[in-house]
Nanobody
Framework: HVQLVESGGGSVQAGGSLRLSCAASGYTGSDYCMAWFRQAPGKEREVVAGIDSSGSTSYADSVRGRFTISRDNAKNTLYLQLDSLSTEDTATYYC???????RGQGTQVTVS
């Protein structure tokens, strides 16, 4: 049974930081390309970061230099470090397995 569970969201002031986690179960996360995306009310989904099975990373221009994607293979967990947050980053953040877009339930990030 494949499952992705995000956590770590919350409310933070502009300029602050958060660390999101995505715990995978039912498969080995490091074998797959994984991504974080976000969606705000009334806006289209935006993929913000990705990491492939070799550990290579990519970022949307809107977050490059502020967000960092990483994974802990021993814990089968994906992370997204969010720094220098702005109100524009307010959204629900999801982790997803790229090959089939399997995603978790999301975690809310609110920046004020």
């Amino acid at each position: 049974h494949v499952q992705l569970v995000e956590s770590g969201g919350g409310s933070v002031q502009a300029g602050g930081s958060l660390r999101l986690s995505c715990a995978a179960s039912g498969y080995t996360g490091s074998d797959y390309c994984m991504a974080w995306f976000r969606q705000a009310p009334g806006k289209e989904r935006e993929v913000v970061a990705g990491i492939d099975s070799s550990g290579s990373t990519s970022y949307a221009d809107s977050v490059r230099g502020r967000f960092t994607i990483s994974r802990d293979n021993a814990k089968n967990t994906l992370y997204l470090q969010l720094d220098s947050l702005s109100t524009e980053d307010t959204a629900t953040y999801y982790c997803a397995r790229v090959v089939d877009d399997y995603r978790g339930q999301g975690t809310q990030v609110t920046v004020s």
